[in-house]
């Protein structure tokens, strides 16, 4: 089995900025590809970002120019640096371990791993 734990979330003022990190407890030999996820209160979740072992990312059309997704893959962690906050981006935040990248920030991830979310709550 594996764990994710993500840990960077807070509170931020708009315009302001947060890093994410979501540290896989192990290598994911069947995980093609890490995905951060969001789910704000009444709202569908949504992918946000994605990254594949080939490091191409993906993002979704509300956080491009903003966020930036990236990896370490010698310390099994996931990083998504979110600049430019907007009250918007209010959310639960969630990493996970998937097979592929469908579009648009989203790594297909239903028989994957996730985290247990991480909260982002941006003031205006």
């Given amino acids: 089995q594996v764990q994710l734990v993500e840990s960077g979330g807070g509170s931020a003022q708009a315009g302001g900025s947060l890093r994410l990190s979501c ?44 966020f930036t997704i ?11 640096q979110m600049n430019s906050l907007k009250p918007e981006d209010t959310a639960m935040y969630y990493c996970a371990a998937g097979q592929w990248i469908v579009s648009g920030g989203y790594c297909y991830a239903d028989n994957g ?6 909260q982002v709550t941006v003031s205006s």
């Fill in 23 to 66: 540290a896989a407890s192990r290598y994911t030999y069947s995980s093609k590809c890490m995905g951060w996820f969001r789910q704000a209160p009444g709202k569908a979740r949504e992918g946000v970002a994605a990254i594949d072992r080939d490091g191409t990312t993906s993002y979704v059309d509300s956080v491009k120019g903003r």
């Fill in 70 to 80: 990236s990896k370490d893959k010698w310390k099994n962690t996931v990083y998504l």
């Fill in 113 to 118: 791993y996730w985290g247990q979310g991480t």
